[in-house]
């Protein structure tokens, strides 16, 4: 259900679907027909084969009812076979040119063309007389035909904002369905089209309302009569210029580029909405004043629940709100005008009358208001308090729970009186006074953030301690900020996450952090001044800690008494010194991440209960062990291991690979003395190296990556894949001679075989990969003056290709060229090329080529090949010789008229 109630889909359950299919089982197919029987009549096909359709028997094919696509092709023969079909649903079908046969369905009620490719529809659409029901969403269509207009009957339709809609919209008296109506200059696109559209319900978005001449105009397409429409949007074009005289000429204001200011309001004015109206959106509205049916005390909107005024730039005011019953959410934003937010926003004129003849003691203002929003007010300085009555007591915001306000920077005065907040967010303001006056009398928070308040050194006094129930507590980018609040004894008893992110000048967190029973998740991130973490006695509740970029911090020295957590992070904390310890009692911990921690040294000692490892430019990291004597990971679905120059031992890899079932991921990077065993291989360790080069038992594997780490390279020639395997990456081996095979890994699609100045030949299977759609591969050995020759085969559907070459090479590998659904082409270090090959042009599929470090590269291919290229969106030439460059000189070079077809032209050429 959308925010305006709209349902778009609904679930069923599963007994429910169950016995919708069996009642009607005999009408109805899903599957082959084999083995039916022909007797009974089919009225309802769901996800069948276009081959099972052709072979639906003619008695059935004249009855069929509905028809709904199975995401592929739809022959257009078919449709007039169905002529009795009240639904199609060709949603997701891979039609490119809609069948013109559809007009001859003359029963249809219902077709869904949504997210479809093709970008027209036919005229006979035009016939379809009983059509009530047409879905045109996330598809390449661009505009509906004009035989729309005949269809009058159509009931509904749904379609993006982008495609244009015929004239004469006022034909369709029956539409009950509108989501946007985009005003023209012109006759039959006026808004006067609204006119006739009785029936209109639920929700309308009106565009372009700068089409609009005057209030009169304005008045012709009846809204006030709409009273089935709920959910209503004024929309103007964003970022047109304004004047406010208003004897502008006529034929300055056609071109409505230019908007008078004055007859915008009136525009307004004209299109006053019925009274039952639920929610209002008017949107970069150039009017200097609302309407007055936003002001009047007769015209009373109360059945409003949503309010949005969005990028009303010149009004300098809002209108009185706070006497509307069932408003219950309000979003103001973009009113660069707005300077003052003023007692009559309460709307207390407007409640005064009533309340002051009744005998009443309470007056409330914004009774129902749950959701205030105030974003990019860029002038807004005060925001008053409501006004107060002597003989009445006034209740401002009772039901308010989440305040918003963002990147009002010149605010200073806010009101205090907040009885139900819940949720408080501030972004951006110059001073800390709006933040401390909202703050002063809250007692009801849960959910605290603020980001970029200047000249807050701490928090508020009393928010920490008068909010009992504050379970969320964010601070970002408050430079001035630095301390939180002295201590949090007996304070936050139900916070559960504090969030600390770019505070420059914070340097302690506040005692007592440890006392907080219910903190769960506790986030620093970039606090180069901060050096302590006060946790010494361990916090039970803690689940989850991050540490960013915070170079002074030290760990906790109660992180061994965490016991319950389960994920740690640390990246980027140089000042992080010695071995890692705090860790010898956390055996619930899952996720471990330590990256750019150099100052770390010695080994790490993890718990069997990880599910993801990744250790990354730890330098002086010597070893990894498992704790408890286990060497079984049995819960571990993600390694990663990365640039830990010293790292020699893994004891993880010696659990390979029966202890390791869950691995998923597999990456060990930028590691030249890790062994397997932790020493040089002995004679007796190596069966048990064969072992574990095994792996083909390991079926949950996905990714294995295995690159520069030479003391691996005798166990990656011995490897044995698992047929699970999606991404293999081998590389920077540089005593490798042989590669393992790649046979049956029937599920392989991304390859990667680079820098390995060993390798003569590719590894068997390389070309039996039926679904490998990217491929990576060089530079190879260096006495190679060819490309090792490797079969095509079932490459032919690869899509992204890759290769470096080496000084030797006269040529691209010449098989390439057979590889035409080839998307994405990168040719690296092919030095010994002068001139790219003619048979470049049958990559007609090719969006994106790549040309990198090819320095004596002079020619590029003819013109008639570069013009055969003709879906290539951008060309990056790079580190090639500089008379390319001068032959690709825009406008004046010779290859200027073969390129200048491709958008995105990029090149950075050699000096010489």
């Known amino acids: 259900m959308s925010d305006n109630g709209i349902v778009s889909k609904c679930k069923m359950h599963d007994l429910v679907h169950d016995l919708a299919e069996l009642v009607s089982k005999s009408e109805s197919l899903m599957e082959d027909l084999c083995g039916r029987d022909n007797t009974l009549e089919i009225q309802h096909v769901a996800r069948v084969s276009t081959s099972t359709l052709e072979k639906i028997p003619q008695r059935s094919a004249v009855k069929l009812r509905s028809l709904f696509s199975d995401d592929g092709e739809v022959p257009s023969n078919i449709l007039p076979r169905f002529k009795a079909l009240r639904v199609l649903n060709l949603s997701n079908a891979s039609i490119e040119e809609f069948p013109d046969s559809i007009g001859r369905l003359k029963h249809l009620r219902y077709l869904d063309i949504s997210e479809t490719r093709f970008k027209a529809l036919p005229s006979s659409i035009g016939k379809l007389y009983n059509l009530q029901t047409l879905k045109a969403t996330n598809c390449a269509l661009k505009e509906f035909p004009k035989e729309l207009q005949n269809l009058i009957n159509l009931r509904h339709i749904y379609f993006d904002k982008s495609v244009k809609f015929p004239q004469e919209l006022r034909r369709l008296t029956c539409l009950q369905t509108l989501p946007y109506f985009s005003v023209g200059n012109e006759t039959g696109r006026r808004i006067e089209e609204l006119a006739g559209l009785k029936q209109l319900k639920g929700e309308l978005i009106i565009c372009n309302l700068e089409h609009v001449k005057n209030g009169e105009e304005a008045k012709k397409a009846m809204l006030v009569d709409k009273t089935k429409v709920h959910h209503l949007t004024f929309r103007w074009t964003e970022g047109r210029s304004t004047t406010d005289n208003s004897e502008e000429d006529d034929d300055v204001l056609d071109d409505r580029s230019t908007t008078n200011n004055n007859e915008e309001r009136n525009v307004l004015e004209g299109l006053r909405p019925h009274l039952e109206l639920k929610s209002l959106s008017i949107e970069n509205f150039m009017g200097d004043k609302f309407p007055s049916w936003m002001m009047s005390r007769s015209l009373l909107l109360n059945n409003l629940n949503k309010i949005q005024l969005l990028g009303c730039e010149k009004c300098g005011g809002v209108p009185p709100l706070g006497h509307l019953p069932n408003l219950t959410e309000l979003k103001i934003s973009r009113m660069a005008s707005l300077k003052c937010i003023g007692v009559e926003f309460y709307g207390y004129d407007l409640v005064h009358n009533i309340v002051a003849t009744t005998s009443k003691e309470r007056v409330t203002l914004f009774p129902a208001l749950k959701v205030l929003h105030i974003y990019e007010c860029s002038d807004l300085i005060e925001w008053m308090e409501a006004p107060t009555m002597s003989t009445k007591e006034v209740v401002v915001f009772p039901c308010l729970e989440e305040l918003d306000i963002r990147i009002c920077f010149e605010l200073r005065k806010v009101p205090s009186h907040f009885p139900s907040l819940q949720k408080l967010v501030m972004i951006s303001s110059c001073c800390r006074m709006p933040i401390e006056e909202i703050s002063s009398g809250l007692t009801t928070l849960t959910s605290f953030q603020i980001t970029s308040i200047n000249e807050l050194t701490c928090l508020p006094q009393g928010i920490l301690k008068k909010n009992k129930n504050l379970s969320s507590l964010e601070i970002c980018g408050c430079d001035d900020l630095t301390c939180i609040s002295g201590d949090v004894f007996g304070l936050c008893g139900c916070l559960e996450r504090l969030v600390i992110n770019n505070c420059g000048k914070l340097r302690q967190l506040p005692d007592g952090l440890e006392t907080l029973p219910l903190l769960e998740e506790l986030s620093i991130y970039g606090c180069p001044s901060l050096e302590l973490i006060p946790i010494t006695q361990g916090m039970t509740s803690l689940r989850k800690l ?59 000692s993890v718990w069997a209960s990880l599910v993801e490892l990744s250790i990354e430019n730890w330098k002086n990291l010597t070893s990894i062990e498992i704790k408890g004597g286990k060497v079984s990971l049995t819960s571990l679905q993600r390694l990663t ?11 993880i890899l010696a659990a390979l690979p029966h202890q390791c079932p869950s691995l998923q991921e597999v990456n060990i990077s930028g590691c030249p003395k890790l062994a397997l065993f932790g020493v040089e291989s002995s004679s007796a360790e190596e069966e048990k190296e064969w072992c574990i080069s095994d792996l083909r038992t390991m079926t949950s594997l996905r990714l294995l990556r295995i690159q520069s780490c030479e003391r691996l390279e005798s166990w990656v020639s011995r490897m044995r894949f698992p047929l699970s395997l999606e991404t293999l990456s081998i590389g920077g081996l540089p005593n490798s001679e042989i590669l393992p095979s790649l046979d049956n890994l029937n599920s392989l699609r991304d390859l990667t075989i680079i820098s390995l100045p060993n390798i003569k030949y590719l590894p068997t299977g390389l070309q039996s990969l039926p679904r490998l759609n990217q491929l990576h591969i060089g530079p190879l050995s260096e006495e190679l003056d060819s490309f090792p020759n490797f079969q095509v085969g079932s490459l032919t559907h690869l899509t992204r290709l ?86 690709c000189t825009r406008d004046s070079g010779t290859y200027w008229p073969m390129i200048s077809h491709i958008p995105d032209i990029t090149s950075k050429f050699l000096n010489y």
């Open 546 to 604: 991050e540490i960013y970029r915070c170079e002074r911090l030290c760990l906790p020295s109660g992180l061994d008494y965490c016991t319950s957590l389960r994920e740690l992070q640390i990246v980027s904390c140089n000042g992080l010194s010695a071995a890692l310890g705090g860790l010898q009692c956390c055996t619930s911990l899952q996720k471990l991440i330590i990256t750019n921690c150099n100052g770390l040294s010695g080994r790490l």
């Open 641 to 651: 291991i990365g640039s830990c120059d010293e790292l020699s031992s893994l004891h």
């Open 802 to 887: 890759e290769l470096w070459g080496w000084p030797k090479l006269k040529s691209l590998p010449q098989q390439i060229q057979h590889l035409t659904s080839l998307t994405y082409l990168g040719l690296h270090q092919f030095d010994g090329v002068d001139t790219l090959p003619e048979w470049l042009a049958n990559f007609t599929s090719l969006t994106y080529l790549l040309i990198q470090n090819c320095k004596n590269l002079l020619n590029l291919p003819s013109v008639e090949a570069m013009q055969r290229l003709t879906k290539l969106q951008t060309l990056y030439i790079s580190g090639c010789h500089p008379l390319l460059k001068q032959r």
